[in-house]
């Protein structure tokens, strides 16, 4: 095999262009474990650098002809080399993470036996101490050709990406797609923060069947509650009815709503749950390759239910770091993952014990580690007091906000049906109470100032 990629990748640094302009500075002569081959290559990258072009077989052939330093029998096997390389029709994409596979794995094959002579005594230079650095840098080979942004050379480009239209997972609720600009864009953490029975997994159970019923594929990690009880909160949002008769539906009315749903949407929901504090991101990205080989199922969104009580897979424990930086790493690990897998990811967070019985929640009532929000790309607080409760509502407040001005709509309040899992849009006139809301206000209209406990008759005599 690798005697076969050799080949390959002479041929095309000769006859290729666009293929050896975009791999020559990443391939070594050590990679070619045939001397003959490696001399082959050598006489390449000389030809380039001298006249930064690729040589032919024919100035090949005189270029090695005048060399002085390689036997007769290695002339004779470089002359047969050069007698086999052609241009052939490969696959772009394919041939260059091909050579990046090899170049890698080349580094690596001689990276250990780099090692194994310095532990042998046979390197003199090298001490044992410098093996760990040498495997880094045979870990660390990658085709990476962006070596920054060019202010002035890539403006066209960055005019381009001002006015791209990213992919986004859109919500179901006119509100969170305002402060979200269309919804959840990929490689970034949502995190809700709410208290206890508040309603974190009511609100990641309804964007998941939501996001279904878009034909999105979404994968929902629970480690709180088990895998039939997320399915069963889905089922009653999506079946529309409430959890007490969902306990009572026959079995061919619940197989007929289940047929319904599947009709409705080409999208995948997979729920699998993990032990409260064991799983981390090692066991997710198992978890996703595992999906991709057995039932070809790539999400576009994850939810993780919730982040608290997953583990960190540098931590082994949190007893000998605090939480500040062991919840900071999770939120770190899951960030890594949602751009590794380019999906956005959803999941949640406690209050503190203050922050629970706060009707203003901030950032400040982040529980264990204010680290999280940090790293958060959008986070915001679900709150739920007697009053609201009492008008089947729930308010949400905007704490942190990558994706616009976390000022514009920062207070809002939706519509809850616990007894269906379900969210959904007030009327206009529910949001009006709201003074920072971010809407048009009818000054006739009576306004609750919830920061001072005051109520106004009109939304001018606050100012006044």
Known sequence: MNQTIERTTLSNL??????????????????????????????????????NNFPTPESLSIEIDGRKDITDEHYKKIVEIISTLEPKEVDMSWLVDTTEKFCKDRAIYN???????????????????SIPSILTDALSVCFDTNIGHDYIENA???YEYYHRVEERIPFDLDFMNKITKGGLPPKTLNIALAGTGVGKSLFMCHMAASTLMQGKNVLYITLEMAEERIAERIDANLMNITLDDLHELPKTMFESRVSKIQSKTNGTLIVKEYPTASAHVGHFRALLKELSLKKSFKPDVIFIDYLNICSSSRFKGNATVGSYFYVKAIAEELRGLAVEMNVPIMSATQTTRGGFANSDVGLEDTSESFGLPATADLMFALISTEELEDLNQIAVKQLKNRYGDPNANKRFVLGIDRSKMKLYDCEQNAQDDIIDSGQEYNDDVPVFDRGQGNRYEKFSDIKT
């Open 111 to 129: 990276a250990v036996l780099e090692g194994i002579q310095i532990i042998d005594g046979k390197d003199k230079e090298r001490s044992p101490e």
């Open 156 to 158: 066209e480009g960055r």
């Open 14 to 51: 000769i006859y290729n262009e666009e293929y050896a302009r975009r791999v020559l500075p990443f391939i070594k002569p050590e990679y070619y474990s045939d001397l003959s081959e490696r001399i082959v290559f050598e006489e390449i990258v000389k030809f380039s650098d001298k006249y």
